[in-house]
């Protein structure tokens, strides 16, 4: 069983920054794709960014493409993303998630563990 718990999540005005974390509790070599999600109310879950850690690629929404970093430590089991200029339209519940096979992108189909979440507000 792979667990992964967010955290960094907070409360910011515009402008502002924030960074998360998340702990993977899985061997790096068998959860080569790590990604951040977020859901902001009434929306549907959106890819954030994405981190495949055996080329090493990362892929960003258009809408973070910037603003955001995701990176990992040197051993995988741990997942940052770095956010700066915080909008209001970023509020949302983050997501941690990992999957070991298939393609490493933006679409969540295929990412079999997720994290429960850690809520960032940013108000204007």
């Known amino acids: 069983q792979v667990q992964l718990i967010e955290s960094g999540g907070g409360s910011v005005q515009a402008g502002g920054s924030l960074n998360l974390s998340c702990a993977v509790s899985a061997h790096p070599a068998s959860r080569y794709c790590q990604a951040w999600f977020r859901q902001a109310p009434g929306k549907e879950r959106e890819g954030v960014a994405v981190?495949?850690?055996?080329?090493?690629?990362?892929k960003y929404a258009a809408s973070v493409k910037g603003r955001f970093t995701i990176s990992q430590d040197n051993v995988a089991t741990m997942v940052y993303l770095q956010m700066t200029n915080l909008k209001p339209e970023d509020t949302a519940m983050y997501y941690c998630a990992t999957r070991g096979v298939g393609a490493c992108d933006l679409d969540e189909a295929g990412f079999d563990y997720w994290g429960r979440g850690t809520q960032v507000t940013v108000s204007s």
């Open positions: 981190i495949n850690s055996i080329l090493p690629v990362t």
